[in-house]
């Protein structure tokens, strides 16, 4: 029984994208079977409706797929990072309720800004920046840095 619950606090992240993914899946495999229904209905109304209809779970297929790739590329450079021991190590103060010190993230994001800065091709400096974005409460930016990682990571795994 420890065994059980000690594997599922360690995959409990991925155990929780796992369920939130089969409802995504299941939610559009019924929008696309209701999509169906409607597009063979004789009213020209419900023939429209089916049609717009159909769009959502092409949209959220996409979505889907495009999120669960960023997600495993994410992981794959993190294992790559952990083991030439580049990951940051998370050193930052806490408050009581756990969330970083926000004057601490931010001295510590310019350390990781400076060194994007001077290697702008290498995607182990764009995905340390990613992380002390995300340790400022910057989501925005750690995921548009995440984004610029995973494609440097993709490039140099193609050449």
Do not use: H
């Not at 089916?50 to 960023?70: N, Q, S």
């Not at 764009?126 to 990682?149: P, Q, V």
């Amino acid at each position: 029984m420890d065994a059980f619950l000690s594997g599922f606090r360690r995959n409990r992240t991925k155990i929780w994208v796992g369920a939130v993914t089969l409802l995504l899946v299941f939610y559009l495999v019924v929008s696309f079977q209701r999509s169906v229904l409607l597009l063979g209905d004789s009213n020209l109304t419900a023939k429209a409706i089916g049609a717009a209809y159909l769009v959502l779970p092409v949209i959220g297929a996409w979505a889907l797929i495009r999120e669960l790739l960023f997600g495993a590329r994410t992981e794959q450079m993190a294992r790559v990072l952990e083991a030439e021991g580049g990951l940051p190590v998370d050193e930052l103060p806490r408050t009581p309720g756990g969330r970083i010190v926000r004057a601490a993230a931010d001295a510590e994001f310019e350390k990781y800004r400076a060194e994007a800065e001077a290697a702008p091709d290498d995607w182990r400096s764009w995905f340390r920046l990613s992380c002390a974005y995300d340790a400022a409460g910057d989501r925005k930016r750690a995921r548009a840095s995440m984004r610029d990682a995973v494609r440097l990571f993709t490039a140099a795994s193609q050449q």
